[in-house]
């Protein structure tokens, strides 16, 4: 099979499993786990292609670009399209009970959640294959208007209160993001990443690139533009907030990436880069610090997915001056985190189930009814926080390496603060549900499967650590992340 | 005060550093036109726009398509069609226009996609027509509770151009070819084609987005017993 | 096409942006808001048209073209969603918490 037939299918095989769900929504779980298979080993595939020969590209219809559209799988979209294909399988298995029964009334939200999840799907994969800018808007609105009807899904007040929020933010991030490419297009006469690469420069340029962050930080919940993230986590299905978490805002940091770092690589000046490292920063101490004073599970891990996004906005100033290891490094992270947190939602989605609620204080001898959600949560802390030999650690380790080498010592001081609060917020989690109390009388067991699949996530996220020469090898090959070391 | 100055300033700031930006673009920006017009013989279709939308960027139109099904599907996931669109009465004077005006929407919405491969026209113009026929049949209440009843036709006539248009797609490559890439010689019928589809569809997803919810579940007869 | 109406459209494209902008995020209703965000896209969309028109070689360009009309469906699918939402957000606001239709 040629590399493009597996690029297209990435993106065609969800498109056509949500068509089929849709229809036959009786099926719509199978059909959904068995696309995320096909998913991974699509993924693989390409991941193979890409450390054995070099990046795969094809230009659609035939039509070369600057006039067609390119797709194309390198390093970076390698790492993302497994991380995509991992997550989605086990946020699939877990959705395959989470829901509840498809018929009758009170299966809306089973019937019509495996066609929307698969869209995202479809969507996220088209994301990362895409080079090019105006494909991207396409595809950042499937995402996007997808993710906004997952979030609904639950239907009560609340839910719609922040799905409608999160609609209005996400539209207007796209809208900002379409401008900048008209600027561009105006500026550049392209559509395309590589082409554009040395043309982002005057006032077209700049102004475009200052459009489209405000737009992508609005997307990807990036500080102080991630007001909506929190409600929004709190009032969806527990597999949906997972893959908002650890899979949606990811697609708006992948564009910046690339963004920043491969078409208008030339043009950026520190004060810029600092300046995005000040924002991470901030992200960082304000949503820590709001993580620990929250009285839900669910709004303390979103916060907490404030704060850990803000340290991949630190990656920006560091990777400036970094090559491949600082790379490496941000892209563990972001992997890490990205399991971590969907281990974390989906461990509080069985809390939820079992006590009826998600009040941290009233969660007293929890340990005794879900045990394995529990030690999920642990180890999905352990990589939050940073603690060898997680994965967590890994990407921490190699970001503070880079800090230090290239002399930008605030930002090791802020990751050092950043993790100790990540550590307050975490123990004071597990201590009141390690609590021996005799309150926990009234509440159900939930069934292994729930349970596993957050834990696969977790001890992911806590193996990924030693896979860190896969992914250096992965981003070796790609181009435009100089710099020795 | 911070509050009622933060917006407006907000908006000023954005609106100077657009205009700053588009003092700095050129007169006459190159764009693609050249390459557009240059490749025109070998697309299939003599109107430029369809050839962009429908050869040499056709990924994206199909993934707009899949926007148009998304919304569909997203819009019935959130509420049953409120029972106020079926209350309209059906006014006579409208009545009569609409006797007029519906085969008329239908022949020009057929010309306009028709059209589309020579002159300004295409899927989305002509489907935009039939949806507007839909919506005036239902305004018009000649949509019955029981005409929508079944649910999965409705279901797949949202769903089929888009189907459509990824197996014409597919279907390219068995024949050593990329992903969407038509040979010359059969790339205006092939285009006119998954235009025809694509119409179909995009109509009844823009009249789905009017009537602003899922149909009812129907009398009994629904394989599944509830949409 | 000469330069002045050119940078008329360009200009009138990011008013429109700017004001559409300024609506998305104030505290007004969200049927208000919905429509500025039509505003804003509508101001984007003359962008890339006066671009198109502007293009060298006398034609207009097609590809600018064909984006706007892209994005106008886009934009529809958009408002579509928005408007179910906000209704049935709507529906809820006479029953209590629980599950809307």
């Known amino acids: 099979m040629s590399g493009d037939l597996v690029m297209a299918l990435l993106v065609l095989l969800p498109l056509a499993g949500a068509i089929t769900a849709f229809s036959f929504p009786r099926w719509g779980p199978r059909i959904g786990c068995g696309v995320a298979l096909l998913t991974l080993a699509l993924a693989v595939r390409a991941a193979l292609d890409v450390l054995r020969q070099s990046p795969l590209t094809g230009s659609l219809g035939g039509w070369a670009?600057?006039?067609?559209i390119r797709l194309r799988v390198d390093g970076l979209s390698a790492i993302l399209l497994l991380l995509l294909a991992i997550v989605g399988l086990f946020i699939s298995i877990y959705s395959l009970q989470a829901l509840g029964p498809a018929r009758g009334t009170r299966g809306r939200a089973a019937r019509y959640y495996w066609p929307l999840w698969l869209f995202l799907l479809a969507a996220l994969n088209g994301m990362f294959l895409s080079a090019d800018l105006f494909n991207l808007y396409v595809t950042l609105e499937l995402s996007g208007l997808s993710a906004v009807a997952l979030v609904a899904l639950a239907g009560t007040k609340t839910a719609l209160d922040s799905a409608l929020r999160y609609l209005f933010v996400s539209l207007s991030g796209s809208l900002l993001y379409l401008m900048g490419v008209a600027l561009l297009y105006g500026?550049?006469?392209?559509?395309?990443?590589?082409?554009?690469?040395?043309?982002?420069?005057?006032?077209?340029?700049w102004t475009a690139m200052a459009l489209m962050t405000a737009g992508l930080m609005m997307k990807g919940a990036l500080f102080p533009l991630h007001f909506w993230l929190p409600p929004a986590h709190s009032s969806a299905p527990a597999p949906v907030s997972a893959a908002l978490s650890a899979l949606v805002v990811k697609g708006s940091l992948y564009i910046l990436l690339r963004l920043w770092f491969e078409s208008a690589g030339g043009g950026l000046t520190q004060g810029t880069l600092q300046l995005l490292g000040a924002c991470g920063a901030a992200a960082i101490l304000w949503g820590s610090l709001q993580a620990l004073v929250q009285e839900r599970l669910k709004l303390l891990v979103a916060y907490s997915t404030v704060a850990q996004l803000g340290y991949l906005y630190l990656f920006f100033p560091l990777a400036a001056g970094g090559g491949v290891r600082v790379w490496t490094g941000g892209l563990i992270f972001l992997s890490?985190?990205?399991?971590?947190?969907?281990?974390?939602?989906?461990?509080?989605?069985?809390?939820?189930?079992?006590?009826?609620?998600?009040?941290?204080?009233?969660?007293?001898?929890?340990?005794?009814?879900?045990?394995?959600?529990?030690?999920?949560?642990?180890l999905a802390g352990i990589s939050l926080v940073g603690l060898p030999p997680s994965a967590g650690f890994v990407g921490k380790w190699l970001l503070l390496g880079a800090g230090l080498q290239q002399g930008q010592w605030w930002w090791v001081a802020t990751i050092i603060v950043g993790s100790m609060l990540s550590a307050a917020y975490m123990v004071r989690l597990l201590s009141h549900a390690f609590i021996r109390d005799g309150t926990a009388t009234a509440w159900k067991a939930v069934s292994p499967g729930f349970e596993w699949s957050a834990l696969a996530m977790a001890v992911a996220?806590?193996?990924?650590?030693?896979?860190?020469?896969?992914?250096?090898?992965?981003?070796?090959?790609?181009?435009?992340?100089?710099g020795a070391q | 005060m911070i509050g009622r100055i933060s917006g407006p300033l907000m908006a000023a700031v954005v609106f100077v550093a657009l205009c700053w930006a588009m003092l700095g673009l050129p007169a006459e920006p190159a764009g693609l036109g050249r390459e557009a017009f240059g490749a025109l013989e070998r697309s299939g279709v003599t109107n430029p726009v369809t050839a962009v939308l429908l050869n040499y960027r056709a990924y994206d139109t199909l993934l707009e398509l899949a926007v148009l099904v998304l919304a569909a599907v997203g819009v019935w996931s959130l509420r049953t069609m409120p029972a106020s669109q079926f209350e309209q009465r059906c006014d006579p004077l409208l009545a009569a226009l609409l006797r007029f005006l519906l085969p008329l929407l239908l022949v020009t919405g057929g010309y306009l996609l028709w059209i589309g491969s020579s002159a300004p026209g295409g899927a989305f113009q002509g489907g935009a027509l039939f949806g507007g026929a839909l919506v005036l049949m239902l305004l018009g209440g000649q949509v019955s509770r029981r005409a929508l009843a079944r649910t999965s036709l409705l279901r797949a006539g949202l769903w089929f151009g888009l189907l459509l248009f990824c197996g014409v797609g597919l279907t390219m490559t068995f024949g050593?070819?990329?992903?969407?890439?038509?040979?010359?010689?059969?790339?205006?019928?092939?285009?006119?084609?998954?235009?025809?589809?694509?119409?179909?569809?995009?109509?009844m997803i823009l009249a789905a987005l009017f009537f602003g919810g899922r149909p009812e579940a129907g009398s009994g007869k629904s394989h599944e017993g509830e949409q | 096409m000469s330069g002045t109406p050119h940078l008329l459209f360009l200009f009138t494209g990011a008013?429109?942006?700017?004001?559409?902008?300024?609506?998305?995020?104030?505290?007004?209703p969200p049927l208000r808001r919905i429509i500025a965000l039509n505003v804003m896209s509508s101001g984007v969309f003359l962008v890339f048209i006066a671009l198109a028109a502007a293009a060298e070689g006398g034609r207009p360009d097609p590809v600018p073209q064909a984006m706007v009309l892209t994005g106008i469906v886009v934009a529809v699918c958009a408002n579509g969603l928005a408007l179910a939402l906000t209704g049935a957000r709507r529906s809820l606001d006479g029953t209590g918490e629980e599950e809307g239709p």
């Open chain 1, 65 to 68: 670009v600057p006039l067609g």
């Open chain 3, 15 to 28: 008013l429109l942006f700017a004001l559409g902008l300024r609506g998305v995020f104030s505290t007004a």
């Open chain 1, 187 to 205: 500026a550049c006469g392209t559509l395309d990443f590589e082409l554009l690469a040395g043309q982002v420069t005057g006032p077209p340029g």
């Open chain 2, 176 to 203: 050593g070819r990329a992903f969407l890439e038509y040979p010359p010689e059969r790339a205006g019928t092939l285009i006119l084609l998954i235009e025809c589809g694509a119409t179909l569809s995009i109509g």
């Open chain 1, 461 to 482: 996220a806590f193996l990924l650590g030693f896979t860190a020469k896969l992914f250096e090898s992965l981003l070796q090959g790609v181009v435009w992340i100089g």
């Open chain 1, 336 to 378: 890490a985190h990205a399991f971590a947190k969907a281990a974390m939602f989906l461990s509080a989605g069985n809390i939820i189930k079992a006590a009826g609620h998600d009040r941290i204080n009233d969660l007293g001898g929890i340990t005794r009814v879900l045990p394995v959600s529990v030690f999920t949560i642990g």
